[in-house]
């Protein structure tokens, strides 16, 4: 991590109006810990060792020279800015050390807070005499909260879709510990205020995703979500097999007695004829649906001694 931050090194940072409501506005945090320490079961981690020297390098400041800062951050200076970011890079890893789980690692982390950071002090102004690090610490905890909520889904989602997903779930189950029920998205609607098609969307994008190499059963079968999902893919050669078998079928039955043939073709839906019933065969031909079944017995076998090559198609 260079020892200059600035923001021309992170590009172009989202402009964004700040809900400081989703924050703890009680939570006065100050870059005046000397000695934040991040140890592991065994010793330090030597990435997270080797960036707090790097921190400590520099001096924390005072409220006036924070104040003074402020005054030429606005004037255009970048040193002053430079200076104000570094001089704060202890309180992003005391923000930090909150949000550390076993997934996303400390350092990651920082690097999201200090987005944050850079993007406070650019925004702070001397004239509202509030310290820098009370003003910067919202910052700091949204581009964290940002980045967290991006990374634990395998399709990412916009932070306001996030937040009104967490909106609409923090509702439901309000609603359903009151009235014993999930509640409908008109409900929803009227409760968060906002449109029921943006309530349909937020609900779609959080769908889970499952490989399709999961497998269905507990036991140790390997039938998998391939295996009942349809390729959709366009294969010239499935095109080219559905024909050449429906070429062989009609020959099939040109080889039939009229009467074996209509059995099969009313008994299977085959063409656009519709399925008949043995009773409805039975009533067709004026016989009893027993003699229909023997009929459609005795053909399937024939046809099956007769036409071996056609077993070929089962298998594609």
């Keep these: 991590?260079?020892?200059?931050?600035?923001?021309?090194?992170?590009?172009?940072?989202?402009?964004?109006?700040l809900d400081f409501n989703d924050f703890d506005n009680d939570d006065k945090?100050?870059?005046?810990?000397?000695?934040?320490?991040?140890?592991?079961?065994?010793?330090?981690?030597?990435?997270?060792k080797s960036y707090l020297k790097e921190v400590s390098q520099y001096k924390l400041l005072s409220f006036d020279e924070e104040k003074n800062l402020s005054k030429e951050i606005q004037q255009g200076n970048e040193d002053a800015l430079a200076q104000l970011i570094n001089s704060n890079l202890r309180l992003v890893i005391k923000i930090a050390k909150v949000f550390v789980t076993k997934d996303y690692s400390l350092m990651d982390i920082i690097q999201d807070g200090n987005?944050?950071?850079?993007?406070?002090?650019?925004?702070?102004?001397?004239?509202?005499?509030?310290?820098?690090?009370?003003?910067?610490?919202?910052?700091?905890?949204?581009?964290?909260?940002?980045?967290?909520?991006?990374?634990?889904?395998?399709?990412?989602?916009?932070?306001?879709?996030?937040?009104?997903?967490?909106?609409?779930?923090?509702?439901?189950?309000?609603?359903?510990?009151?009235?014993?029920?999930?509640?409908?998205?008109?409900?929803?609607?009227?409760?968060?205020?906002?449109?029921?098609?943006?309530?349909?969307?937020a609900k779609f994008s959080d769908l889970s995703v499952f490989s399709l190499e999961s497998s269905i059963n507990n036991d140790e079968s390997n039938f998998t979500l391939e295996n009942i999902v349809g390729n959709q893919v366009y294969n010239p050669c499935e095109i080219l097999i559905r024909k050449d078998l429906k070429?062989?079928?009609?020959?099939?039955?040109?080889?039939?007695?009229?009467?074996?043939?209509?059995?099969?073709?009313?008994?299977?839906?085959?063409?656009?004829e519709k399925k008949l019933t043995l009773k409805e065969?039975?009533?067709?031909?004026?016989i009893?649906?027993?003699?229909?079944?023997?009929?459609?017995n005795k053909t399937l076998r024939?046809?099956?001694?007769a036409h071996t090559h056609l077993r070929s198609y089962i298998s594609q």
Excluded at 1 to 17: A, C, R, W
Excluded at 288 to 296: L, N
Excluded at 302 to 305: A, D, F, H, V
């Design 1 to 17: 991590m260079n020892k200059l931050l600035n923001s021309k090194y992170f590009g172009e940072v989202e402009e964004e109006i």
């Design 115 to 201: 987005i944050g950071l850079i993007r406070a002090a650019e925004k702070y102004d001397y004239k509202k005499n509030v310290r820098f690090s009370t003003y910067a610490a919202p910052w700091i905890k949204q581009m964290i909260i940002r980045a967290l909520s991006q990374k634990k889904r395998l399709v990412r989602l916009p932070y306001r879709k996030e937040k009104t997903l967490k909106n609409i779930k923090e509702s439901s189950s309000k609603f359903v510990s009151e009235n014993r029920r999930y509640p409908t998205n008109y409900e929803l609607s009227k409760e968060l205020g906002i449109k029921e098609s943006e309530i349909k969307n």
């Design 247 to 272: 070429d062989e079928t009609q020959k099939v039955l040109d080889s039939l007695y009229p009467k074996e043939r209509t059995v099969l073709i009313r008994r299977f839906g085959l063409g656009s």
């Design 288 to 296: 009893s649906a027993e003699t229909v079944r023997q009929i459609e």
């Design 29 to 48: 945090l100050e870059a005046n810990d000397e000695n934040i320490s991040i140890k592991s079961k065994n010793d330090y981690y030597d990435p997270i």
């Design 281 to 286: 065969m039975g009533n067709y031909f004026g």
């Design 302 to 305: 024939k046809l099956e001694e």
